[in-house]
């Protein structure tokens, strides 16, 4: 079984500031992690994915995350906040392809504040 | 990348009507897709695996004969919300991968509201 936990369902950030977005994961094989962002009543875009191969991984609009099996971790940053980066962002784990299902997180809402 | 439709975007429909929602891979074969409902400020709740030429596969406590689920070719899947009630509205989002991917790609949603 899997599952994902996200510390934090509201994190608030000034703009400019570090992002900081936590998640811990639980699973019996080795895992594929991914970081989805929403925006209001639209669908999840893949900020990035990780799949076994380097464990600091380099998304889209300038966000990273790091693997750190040790505390089973895989929190996501970003080192200055935009305005844009307002949205409910999850994250995921699966155990196999992307045709594995996902599991994932509850959620954390990030505001930027100006 | 790759492009995963959904139609419609947002449904008004009666109390006891059905509701039939599209997920298209517009410009690759998907042989599962999946569908998820999200509550309002929740997280994704997968619903069902959808496999082409086969049935469904239905996660606990998921009604499969409220929610129907038909995947007719590689490229199409189909929720039907059978006899909707308020308490079906909600966000469907449906998500498909290419066969030697990591990637899930999501549709942009479907937010049904029964009155």
């Known amino acids: 079984a899997q599952s994902v936990t996200q510390l934090g369902s509201h994190v608030s950030v000034s703009e400019g500031a570090l992002v900081l977005l936590r998640c811990n994961y639980s699973?019996?094989?080795?895992?594929?992690l991914f970081w989805y962002v929403q925006y209001p009543n639209q669908g999840l875009q893949l900020l990035l994915k990780?799949?076994?191969?380097?464990?600091l991984v380099k998304g889209i609009n300038g966000f990273e995350a790091e693997f750190k099996k040790s505390e089973t971790s895989f929190h996501l940053t970003k080192p200055s906040a935009h305005m844009s980066d307002a949205a409910e962002y999850f994250c995921?784990?699966?155990?196999?392809?992307?045709?594995?299902?996902?599991?994932f997180g509850t959620g954390t809402r990030l505001t930027i504040i100006p | 990348g790759a492009v995963v439709s959904q139609h419609p975007s947002w449904v008004i429909c009666k109390s006891g009507t059905s509701v039939k929602i599209e997920c298209r891979s517009l410009?690759?074969?998907?042989?599962?897709m999946f569908w998820y409902r999200q509550f309002p400020k929740q997280s994704l709740m997968l619903m069902a695996t959808?496999?082409?030429?086969?049935?469904?596969?239905?996660e606990q406590g998921v009604e499969k004969d409220k929610f129907l689920i038909n995947h007719a070719s590689l490229t199409l899947s189909t929720l039907t919300v059978t006899s909707a009630h308020p308490e079906d509205s909600s966000f469907y989002i449906c998500?498909?991968?290419?066969?030697?991917?990591?990637?899930?790609?999501f549709g942009q949603g479907t937010r049904l509201t029964v009155v």
């Open positions: 995921a784990v699966s155990a196999n392809f992307g045709n594995e299902k996902l599991t």
């Open positions: 998500s498909a991968s290419k066969p030697t991917n990591t990637e899930a790609f």
């Open positions: 410009d690759f074969q998907a042989t599962t």
């Open positions: 959808s496999n082409e030429g086969s049935k469904a596969t239905y």
């Open positions: 990780y799949t076994s191969a380097a464990t």
């Open positions: 699973s019996s094989v080795p895992p594929y």
